[in-house]
């Protein structure tokens, strides 16, 4: 938040200090004035990375903002605190999740223009599982367009939590202190890019990166289903 503070960086020289800006996907302090987080003179004369906050406590969900993310970057690059950006870093609380969304980030030191991340995700996709199928493809739009594309306002820290590991109870909005439970796309997305995976899985058979991705999407879309329907039985309950 107001860390780094100034009197704690003003008076070390520039180089001796390299800044992590702690979510620069969703509140960066560089200096972006959208921020909520904003600090007008950002880090000053020091070096800083341009750092995604994936995921905290480990929470298990497909999550991103991929198009925030690559926006951000390039925001920063081009502002007048980019003359002092030396890369990109990561501040999660669990890695293990999402490889997407961290495939994504250490791409961007490697582009000095803005990219469109449809075409980027093409590629990945093909070193990722060896080949790309139409219905893969059309899988991985869908995520994109919803699970990996979270609003900036999105309460929460990170993932939608699912309501199957909340302690019982009606009405439910979070399974944890601080989470959020509300989805953010329909429950629809998941389920038609879970299909979409399952139809072409034979073809994809002892490719682990497919199988991993192919479990985690299942599960996703099983999480999302279950919140639904833990809403109707709420709503039923009501109605006696």
Same mark, same amino acid.
């Given at each position: 938040?107001?860390?780094?503070?100034?009197?704690?960086?003003g008076?070390?020289?520039?180089?001796?200090?390299?800044?992590?800006?702690?979510?620069?996907?969703?509140?960066?302090q560089w200096g972006?004035?959208?921020?909520?987080?904003?600090?007008?003179?950002?880090?000053?004369?020091?070096?800083?990375?341009?750092?995604?906050?994936l995921?905290?406590?480990?929470?298990v969900?497909?999550?991103?903002?991929?198009?925030?993310?690559?926006?951000?970057?390039?925001?920063?690059?081009?502002?007048?605190?980019?003359?002092t950006?030396r890369?990109v870093?990561?501040t999660?609380?669990?890695?293990?999740n999402?490889?997407?969304?961290?495939?994504?980030?250490y791409e961007?030191?490697?582009r000095?223009?803005?990219?469109?991340?449809?075409d980027?995700?093409?590629?990945?996709?093909?070193?990722r599982?060896?080949?790309?199928?139409?219905?893969v493809l059309q899988?991985?739009?869908?995520? %994109? #367009?919803?699970?990996?594309?979270?609003?900036?306002? +999105?309460? /929460?820290?990170?993932?939608v &939590?699912?309501? !199957?590991?909340a302690?019982?109870?009606?009405?439910?909005?979070?399974?944890?202190?601080w989470?959020?439970?509300?989805?953010?796309?329909?429950?629809d997305?998941?389920a038609?890019? %879970? #299909?979409?995976?399952?139809?072409?899985a034979?073809? +994809?058979? /002892?490719?682990?990166?497919f &199988?991993?991705? !192919?479990?985690?999407?299942?599960?996703?879309?099983?999480?999302?289903?279950?919140?639904?329907?833990?809403?109707?039985?709420?709503?039923s309950?009501?109605?006696?």
């Open positions: 938040q107001a860390n780094p503070r100034e009197a704690m960086i008076g070390l020289d520039a180089g001796d200090l390299l800044v992590l800006d702690l979510y620069s996907e969703k509140r960066p972006d004035p959208d921020s909520q987080w904003y600090r007008a003179k950002g880090f000053g004369k020091h070096d800083w990375l341009y750092c995604m906050l995921n905290f406590g480990g929470r969900g497909l999550h991103g903002r991929m198009e925030q993310l690559v926006e951000g970057f390039y925001k920063a690059y081009s502002h007048n605190a980019g003359k950006l890369g870093g990561t999660p609380e669990a890695i293990e999402n490889p997407v969304m961290f495939e994504l980030l961007l030191p490697w000095n223009e803005r990219f469109s991340t449809a980027w995700l093409s590629a990945y996709l093909e070193a599982y060896g080949k790309v199928s139409p219905a899988a991985w739009k869908a995520l %994109a #367009r919803t699970v990996y594309n979270a609003p900036k306002n +999105y309460p /929460g820290e990170g993932p &939590e699912s309501l !199957l590991c302690r019982p109870g009606f009405h439910l909005k979070r399974s944890s202190t989470g959020c439970a509300d989805l953010y796309y329909s429950a997305s998941t038609k890019a %879970a #299909r979409l995976l399952v139809s072409v034979d073809k +994809y058979r /002892g490719v682990n990166n &199988e991993y991705d !192919l479990v985690d999407v299942l599960r996703q879309s099983i999480a999302d289903r279950a919140n639904g329907l833990l809403e109707q039985v709420s709503d309950y009501d109605r006696k």
